[in-house]
């Protein structure tokens, strides 16, 4: 009986550790990749969740590429993400991100909170088009 309770125990802890880690790596200071593609006529789509680490404190986005070989300009905006309910109270919307440049994304959002960037292509893309970066939180 002892050593199965080591066995739970020890694994046990080993869960812990990984899902520890895996928190970490989505703290909002930490720039997390993205490569997604924006849907055509000019839809939305969203990058993976962060969790601000500070209140009121505006997101970071740095673009990669953005398909069509220089064709295209974004848009970005940083929202709060609620499981269940999904995106609501979304920051000011920054236009014209250009590939490979860096923006601020306004958010007055508390520390703890979800949220995801949103990009968007501006006007109307004919093409789905690859946005590529990375951003944090905050």
Excluded: D, E, H
């Amino acid at each position: 009986m002892r050593i199965g309770k080591k066995v739970v125990a020890i694994g046990t802890l080993a869960i812990g550790i990984s899902l520890a880690g895996a928190a970490a790596a989505n703290a909002g200071t930490t720039l997390l990749g993205y490569n997604m593609i924006a849907p055509y006529w000019g839809g939305g789509v969203n990058t993976q969740l962060q969790t601000k680490s500070y209140t009121n404190v505006a997101g970071y986005v740095q673009t990669g590429y953005i398909g069509g070989g220089g064709l295209y300009n974004a848009n970005a905006k940083q929202c709060k993400y609620t499981f269940g309910t999904g995106i609501s109270g979304c920051g000011t919307l920054v236009s014209n991100v250009y590939s490979y440049g860096y923006v601020n994304l306004p958010q007055t959002a508390t520390a703890g909170t979800s949220c995801v960037a949103t990009f968007s292509i501006q006007g109307l893309n004919w093409v789905r088009v690859n946005i590529q970066g990375y951003w944090a939180s905050n």
